[in-house]
């Protein structure tokens, strides 16, 4: 038998190591947070988000890189919620455990794990060359949109599987076709949860460099449509990072990004809390 | 006494579960506008059999049903037989009182939306109509829009009634409605069974033989899969034919 004094004891360690773990992991948030804030605050006048690069961006603001971003991302997100969603009702809703539902999962699972640049590759060969897009909004838009599909059609299916199986019976019950017990009871409950992996695939599509910069391009001109090459923040920050453009102006879009990132999870999660409260 | 009306009947029903039988050769003619009681210990076949009458059996994996169910004469298990429609006119209440997290209102406007009811006027009838006459208005018309999941468990049952009244349905299948609810609670709802059968047939699955006793008119007692003993409530309860129905029902087996 253990004796109190070890239990303890191994009470106080393990609570040591808990509370450093969760410090450790604060702290260097902070610090990097810090960092970038600290360096780049001082660069974000109104005129940084209101003109454009000017000389390679040495000068002027990060208007069209602001832009490439929301483009991008939009695009990525219109293909890939809806496509995603369907995939994860399909699987859940509309299948038996079948070697069709296993395949697609696996395919899924695999997909997740693949590192962004191979997306990049992909995306430049497929869409950029072969479909003759060329650098532009929709090759990268869609690029992503195969990037952040997996994580889309988990966090859906996850949502939807945590229906109690009692909604679909009293739907049915009812009279219900199967469409409308999905539209009418899973849904309504399940879209919070989905809501969040939209959410998460957006911040990785604003945060995403490596597979923007082989299918969107690194254009500093306004796009004009879709088939305009863009730059995106990330990739803008990228670049003048590592060229030795200005590091002041580097520090700047980061921060620019860290604030872009945490408006959209604020006005998401005001949104998403909005929502719960109307549905009674 | 007047001859009554079947308004459905089993024949030959048999029903798996992958390999295991769940339901064993039944035969029985449910008798409309009565309340046909369905009693037999854990596991033997009762809400199988309740199931397997609105064809929500089916939407197990791996099931598989044998022989014949008739609704007013005609077969539930035909092919291309519209089981959306089915369901429609055979409703079920519940074990557990699921109400959907919506609001009262919407709650019992969901069946009737669903149906394809789109007028607003139609449908507020519908709702107050249905809650009348499952005994909950008085209770709630002065916050029907706000959440089902506040109701007290008897009521969200009632409001589950009231749902299923909406659809107008012809058949209310019951699967153990009091089974979570406190004795006055469960006293409000047999009331409710008597108002309803005025209208409607009732089949009930109920583990308290008193309530059987008290609600039924009908009373079938099932044991492994077979429908053992099926008969009037009075004789079931008073002169079982069956040795082990008489055990059941007086409380020394089960």
Known sequence: MISNRTRYLTQNVAKVLIWTAALLTIGVMMLILFQ???????????RFFLDSPKNMGREGGILSTIVGTFALTLVAIVFAAPLGVGTAIFLREYTRETRISRIIRFGTDCLAGVPSIIFGLFGFVFFVIFLNMGWSILSGGLTLAAMILPTI?????????????????????LGGTRWQTVTRTILPSAIPGIFTGIILSVGRSIGETAAVILTAGSSLVMPTSLFSPIRTM???????????????MAYGTGAALILLVLIVNTAANWLLNRYIRHRV | MQELNTKIEARGLNFYYGSVQALKNINIHIKERQITALIGPSGCGKSTFLRALNRTN????????????MLDGEEIYRPGLDVVGLRQRVGMVFQRPNPFPKSIYENVAFGPKVLGIYSRREIEEKVEKSLKAAALWSEVADRLHTSALNLTLGQQQRLCIARVLAVEPEVILMDEPCSALDPIATLKIEELMQELKKRYTIVIVTHNMQQAARTSDWAGFFLLGELLEYGPTADLFTRPKDKRTENYVTGRYG
């Open chain 1, 153 to 173: 059609i988990s966090t859906a299916e996850e949502a939807i599987k945590t229906i109690p199986y009692t909604y679909r019976e009293v739907s049915f019950s």
């Open chain 1, 36 to 46: 970038v804030l600290a360096e780049g605050l001082p660069v974000l006048h109104p």
């Open chain 2, 58 to 69: 089916e939407l197990i994996p791996h099931t598989r049903t044998e022989g014949s169910v």
């Open chain 1, 234 to 248: 990330s990739v803008h920050f990228y670049i003048l990072a590592r060229e030795g453009i200005s590091m002041e």
